[in-house]
């Protein structure tokens, strides 16, 4: 597996028109739930602008990648078996 701090990709080509939608998208459904959700986990971190638009608005973000590189609380390859605290995250 080949990780994302590998490739050299800038934040101007991995932020596509794309990917702002689905922030967006994201966004939208966590903030729909209001108060039902106050715990996030991340997974697959590369900038922290979701984490980061997400703080801003209150919530705790836990984040997780596979990338030791990004500096993720939790490492976590989805390849494999793993567990997650339980009731921790609400989305």
Do not use: W
Not at 47 to 68: E, F
């Amino acid at each position: 597996m080949q990780l994302i701090t590998s490739l050299d990709i800038r934040n101007s080509e991995y932020l596509s028109k794309n990917r702002l939608i689905s922030y967006h998208h994201q966004l939208r459904l966590i903030f729909s739930l209001g108060t039902q959700v106050k715990n996030v986990l991340e997974i697959g971190i590369f900038n922290s602008l979701l984490t980061d638009i997400l703080k801003n608005n209150g919530y705790n973000v836990t984040t997780a990648d596979v990338d030791p590189n990004l500096k993720p609380e939790i490492i976590l390859d989805l390849t494999t078996d793993f567990t997650l605290p339980k009731d921790k995250f609400d989305a």
